[in-house]
C-alpha cells in the first residue's frame, strides 16, 4: 500500500454530465464544498462553495466554472481548494453533489454519464460515476482532512443522500 508523504497542497474537483433529453427539466448538477473546524469537525460547516457563492471568503476555495444545464465541453463544474492555504482553524473540507431538483424528484440514475474526478495536479485521488448511489439526490465525494503533523489527506466519502441541496449542504459533515 502506498503513502503520501507530503500532504495536498492544491486539489482540484471537476464534475460532468449529460444534458436532459429535449423536452425534459434541465439536469442541474451543483458541486459544494463544507468547511469545517477544529472546534464543531462533525458539526455545521463554517462556510459553503458552491454556484451561489464562488469564493471562499479567503479566497481558498472557489467553484471556477458551473453549469445549470451540462452542454457543453470538457467538464460542467470545477472547484479548486488551494488547502495549504486554509487558516489552521480549518481541519476538515467536505466536498459533494446535489441535483436540483425541480419538477418532481431527480436522481444520479436519472442523469446518463454522470462523472466526478478529484485529483492534484496528475494525480488522481479518485474517480466516480455515481453508480452505487444511483438512487440518491444527493452524495459526498470527497473529504480532506487535517492530520497531526497539520498536513493535508484526501479520503475517499462516496456516501448518498436523500436531500435537496440546501439539506444536503446543512448534511455533509455528519
Ligand atoms: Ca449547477
Known amino acids: 500500500m502506498s503513502t503520501f508523504n507530503k500532504g495536498i497542497a ?3 474537483v471537476t464534475l460532468k454530465w449529460d444534458p436532459s433529453p429535449l423536452g425534459a427539466p434541465d439536469n442541474d448538477l451543483d ?4 468547511t469545517y473546524t477544529k472546534d464543531a ?3 455545521a460547516p463554517a462556510y459553503l462553495v458552491h454556484f451561489d ?3 471562499s471568503p479567503d479566497g481558498t476555495i472557489n467553484l471556477n466554472r458551473d453549469s445549470r444545464t451540462g452542454k457543453g465541453f470538457g467538464p460542467d463544474e470545477i472547484m479548486t481548494l488551494e488547502l495549504n492555504r486554509l487558516s489552521e482553524t480549518y481541519t476538515r473540507v467536505v466536498v459533494g453533489v446535489a441535483i436540483q431538483q425541480g419538477e418532481g424528484r431527480k436522481v444520479f440514475g436519472d442523469v446518463e454519464n454522470t462523472a466526478v474526478l478529484v485529483h492534484e495536479g496528475h494525480t488522481e485521488l479518485a474517480a466516480d460515476d455515481f453508480a452505487e448511489v444511483a438512487q440518491s439526490t444527493a452524495a459526498t465525494v470527497a473529504e480532506f482532512l ?3 503533523t497539520g498536513e493535508w489527506r484526501f479520503h ?3 456516501r448518498g443522500f436523500d436531500a435537496d441541496p440546501n439539506t444536503f449542504a446543512g448534511l455533509m459533515g455528519s
Not at 31 to 34: D, F, K, P, Q
Request: glycine share 6%; charged share 30%; net charge neutral.
Open 10 to 12: 492544491k486539489a482540484e
Open 31 to 34: 458541486l459544494i464544498a463544507a
Open 41 to 43: 469537525p462533525h458539526g
Open 53 to 55: 457563492s464562488r469564493f
Open 146 to 148: 487535517r492530520d497531526e
Open 156 to 158: 475517499p466519502v462516496l
